[in-house]
């Protein structure tokens, strides 16, 4: 399998289909092996039927149904578990992104380990509030694990598979995966990307589980990082 691409759903009964018929063409386009894996992270609107006529159809669709919420990183690393791909590729299934840009990740993944999008546009598409929290969340993580990402919430990443070999998610973990891949000495490359105001649905942003869920997990991670084990051997 060449490209497995990772895909979180919560209550995306308006957009799933259209998400998967652009993958779909962008797949054919490539002439690659691929594989699309919804994950259904608890949505109780029509996505569950939806994913599983999608699933029906094409074989190339698979489908894990959580059986209540549990969140992204949930998502996530049953994604990364069930992923038989060389490269895996994440976005979410809100359609904010394009996703003709997953070529750019591949691309990016010819020379770099990991390659993850960076949003150009996040004030006009997602408002002050988010923005400003988001910079502010971002600037605090760099200064403190001594970084300089531009954007680590972008949902569109890319990872060659042995970057993600006994990794291990916890709760408010996604946005320090690179950190961690970082640290193990993976190279990791940052694409600029233009993101599009939310049409459908609503937003799972608030400034708790944003910021300050996000800041105990920042020093369990600074922690880790500073207690890494390293020796070699003669």
């Given at each position: ?18 998400l998967?018929?652009n993958?779909?063409?962008l ?22 039927r ?26 996530l ?16 299934s ?25 949003r ?33 919430g ?23 995966i690179?950190?961690?891949?970082h ?36 020093f ?6 500073a ?8």
């Amino acid at each position: 399998m060449d490209i497995s691409i990772i895909i979180p759903v919560f209550n995306e009964e308006n957009t799933v289909a259209a998400l998967h018929e652009n993958i779909t063409r962008l797949i054919k386009e490539l002439g690659a092996s691929c594989e699309m894996i919804f994950i259904n992270d608890g949505s109780f609107d029509a996505s569950p039927r939806i994913l599983q006529q999608l699933k029906s159809t094409d074989s190339g669709v698979i489908v894990i149904n959580f059986e209540k919420r549990y969140g992204k990183e949930s998502a996530l690393a049953a994604g990364f578990s069930a992923a038989k791909g060389e490269k895996i590729i994440t976005i979410d299934s809100d359609m904010q992104i394009d996703s003709r840009d997953i070529l750019r990740i591949l691309d990016g993944l010819r020379d770099s380990h990991a390659v993850i999008g960076y949003r150009t546009n996040r004030l006009e598409t997602d408002g002050f509030i988010k923005f400003a929290s988001s910079k502010i969340a971002n600037y605090i993580r760099n200064f403190i694990l001594r970084e300089n990402f531009k954007d680590v919430g972008c949902s569109l990443q890319g990872y060659r598979r042995e970057c993600l070999r006994g990794l291990k998610l916890y709760s408010g973990f996604h946005v320090y995966i690179l950190s961690l891949l970082h640290n193990a000495g993976y190279t990791i490359k940052e694409i600029p990307i233009k993101t599009k105001k939310r049409q459908y649905g609503k937003s799972n942003f608030n400034i708790h589980n944003r910021i300050f869920k996000g800041l105990a997990a920042l020093f369990v991670v600074k922690w880790m990082l500073a207690n890494r084990l390293k020796y070699n051997v003669r």
